[in-house]
Nanobody, 123 residues
């Protein structure tokens, strides 16, 4: 069983910073892409940032230059450093991982989601 657990959310003032973490555990053979999504009230879930297993990153235009995605493969953990936060960044943030697990049929990749962590940017 694979689990992704996010942490690091909370309340922060505009202009402030937060660092989200996503720790993976379980029967993991490897982790390919890791991503962060967010969903604000009344809106659809959107991709915020993605990092490949080799470290290639992609960002939503709305967060470029403010957010940085990274990962520690040895710790099976992904991170999202969020700087210069704005009220419009307020949302539930979810980690997604393309995790390779060992099965009787050999290694297989599955998509897993964390439970989400709330980020509120308000004065």
């Amino acid at each position: 069983q694979v689990q992704l657990v996010e942490s690091g959310g909370g309340l922060v003032q505009p202009g402030g910073s937060l660092r989200l973490s996503c720790a993976a555990s379980g029967n993991i053979f490897g982790i390919n892409a890791m991503s962060w999504y967010r969903q604000a009230p009344g809106k659809e879930r959107e991709l915020v940032a993605r990092i490949s297993s080799g470290g290639t990153t992609n960002y939503a235009d709305s967060v470029k230059g403010r957010f940085t995605i990274s990962r520690d493969n040895a710790k099976k953990t992904g991170y999202l450093q969020m700087n210069s936060l704005k009220p419009e960044d307020t949302a539930d943030y979810y980690c997604n991982g393309n995790v390779v697990v060992s099965t009787f049929a050999g290694p297989r990749e599955f998509s897993y989601w964390g439970q989400g962590t709330q980020v509120t940017v308000s004065s």
